[in-house]
């Protein structure tokens, strides 16, 4: 597609229940990665895919936080058992993936999405 | 581990003058990007501006220009002619090149206000 599309745009749950969150990539982007936000803060960052493979899930922050890319494409971000402290704004983004200056000049700065607002009640 | 300190939470600008957001980084490498990023209410995070580590002259975009200090390890914004449409968060960010698929790493953000 011309943009990174997210959805929801918006979801609200209870506590103890599990959400997807999902992201549509640029076709052609390799790289894709997934942050969080939470309200008045910068961008943490939770993991990266390469393909379908996932060579840095370093950030996710507990057991309950998985995600998984198929086709080389859509990405699902899954949340098991929601807590408050996840209400926050799920970003994603994609890029090129290419190193170096090369995609310096691709722009691989990444495209971001219009994230998930998730408020956990 | 690579940090990013935006040390402003707020500034405020009067339409058309100019505005300086600071920034500065720690790392240990010698090779790599900074970002700064604008995100308005939509949410959506919008490239503005971005510098190689290797390169001593400041990017230029239009009205944004950047200071790149590497020795002192700052990277300012300068805004000029604001306008009312450049009110929003701003970033700052950092990427490794040396690093295989490394992620953005983002400073804490700077509220932008342009008043009328």
Redesign the interface.
Known sequence: GAGVSQSPSNKVTEKGKDVELRCDPISGHTALYWYRQSLGQGLEFLIYFQGNSAPDKSGLPSDRFSAERTGGSVSTLTIQRTQQEDSAVYLCASSYGREGREGFKAGYGYTFGSGTRLTVV | AQT?TQSQPEMSVQEAETVTLSCTYDTSESDY?L?WYKQPP??????VI?Q?AYKQQNATENRFSVNFQKAAKSFSLKISDSQLGDAAMY?CAY?S?ET??????????TQLTVNP
């Open positions: 990013v990007y970002f939509s949410r959506q995070m919008i490239l971005r190689e970033f990427r090149g295989s698929g490394s992620r953005l790493t983002f400073g804490e953000g």
